[in-house]
């Protein structure tokens, strides 16, 4: 069965400095695809950055980027330079069964301090 | 532009009773999904669509109900509200253009059962 893990339910981070959230998936179909959400306090789902499991490259998004490293089926989201803004929930995701059906990690809470 | 849109925003409910949970997008999406978010978790998938006339099941169908007549449109059918279902719901539409991926959520729906 697919899954997603993110055992980091809370991260603390200096502003300025750079942080990752770790995100494991388990699949067993060769093409999938990987996102990054933000979720502030305010509640809305904010798409962040996306990788598919083809892709050569690692994505980029601004300061946001995807640490994807397939043999450990590893997804992590690398925020430089964090700002007080970035603090919300953040949830790793992927996509299964043909394209159809997303499936959501726990999610990681990051607070960013001043 | 308007993206995904949900309506209401709020809503009480008493157990038994019935109501339409609305969406739209105006992006063209082929995809769309709704999902719901309890307390401290990730989005669980309800009822996802690949296109007008098609529907699906999600990890938690029972209770709702979808029907995608237009591109547009998709609206969740509660059929008789239970306590259980209260929740915080999000409709996404999803858009695949070549190697990206991308799925944007609306603002989602925060239903209290009594």
């Known amino acids: 069965a697919q899954k997603i893990t993110q055992t980091q339910p809370g991260m603390f981070v200096q502003e300025k400095e750079a942080v990752t959230l770790d995100c494991t998936y388990d699949t067993s179909d060769p093409s999938y695809g990987l996102f990054w959400y933000k979720q502030p306090s305010s509640g809305e789902m904010i798409f962040l950055i996306y990788?598919?499991?083809?892709?050569?490259q690692n994505a980029t998004e601004g300061r946001y980027s995807l640490n994807f490293q397939k043999a450990r089926k590893s997804a992590n989201l690398v925020i430089s330079a964090s700002q007080l803004g970035d603090s919300a929930m953040y949830f790793c995701a992927m996509w299964v069964t043909g394209g159809f059906k997303t499936i959501f990690g726990a999610g990681t809470r990051l607070f960013v301090k001043a | 532009n308007a993206g995904v849109t949900q309506t209401p925003k709020f809503q009480v409910l008493k157990t038994g009773q019935s109501m339409t949970l609305q969406c739209a997008q105006d992006?063209?999406?082929?995809?769309m999904s709704w999902y719901r978010q309890d307390p401290g978790m990730g989005l669980r998938l309800i009822h996802y669509s690949v296109g007008a006339g098609i529907t699906d099941q999600g990890e938690v169908p029972n209770g709702y109900n979808v029907s995608r007549s237009t591109t547009e449109d998709f609206p969740l059918r509660l059929l008789s509200a239970a306590p259980s279902q209260t929740s915080v719901y999000f409709c996404?539409?999803?858009?695949?253009?070549?190697?990206?991926?991308?799925?944007?959520f609306g603002p989602g729906t925060r239903l209290t059962v009594l």
């Open positions: 996404a539409s999803r858009r695949k253009t070549g190697g990206t991926d991308t799925q944007y």
């Open positions: 992006m063209n999406h082929e995809y």
């Open positions: 990788q598919g499991s083809y892709d050569q």
